[in-house]
């Protein structure tokens, strides 16, 4: 499967942003899927997370309370709406589907098969 991110850009702190990760050459619905990011010299960390049907969704502590994951597997897309954004999100932020794995939610990133090539999230104060 193909993932392509888009929705990244820059953004005052406090502000809100909405990422998109498009899924083509495979079946969507399969796919548990991820939010990853990487800011410059810190490891790829885990986002959010939700499961095949979108029923269950899960998140890092970091983002709880400011982040929401959605999916419409009519569409093959998977979202990450992003709100009270600080700097600290800075970083470039990566989808990626998790074919094996539905439940619990694959928070690790070697346990995802597929990924995109990222978009960039950048808060500025």
């Known amino acids: 499967v193909q993932l392509v991110e888009s929705g990244g850009g820059l953004v005052q702190a406090g502000g809100s942003l909405r990422l998109s990760c498009a899924a083509s050459?495979?079946?969507?619905?399969?796919?548990?899927m991820g939010w990853f990011r990487q800011a410059p010299g810190k490891e790829r960390e885990f986002v959010a997370g939700?499961?095949?049907?979108?029923?269950?969704?899960d998140y890092a502590d970091s983002v709880a309370g400011r982040f929401a994951i959605s999916r419409d597997n009519a569409k093959n897309t998977v979202y990450l709406q992003m709100n009270s954004l600080k700097l600290e999100d800075t970083a470039v932020y990566y989808c990626?589907?998790?074919?094996?794995?539905?439940?619990?939610?694959?928070?690790?990133?070697?346990?995802?098969?597929?990924w995109g090539q990222g978009t960039q999230v950048t808060v500025s104060s």
């Open positions: 990626a589907a998790d074919l094996l794995t539905d439940w619990p939610i694959p928070v690790a990133a070697y346990e995802y098969e597929y």
């Open positions: 050459g495979g079946t969507f619905s399969r796919y548990a």
């Open positions: 939700i499961t095949r049907t979108g029923g269950s969704s």
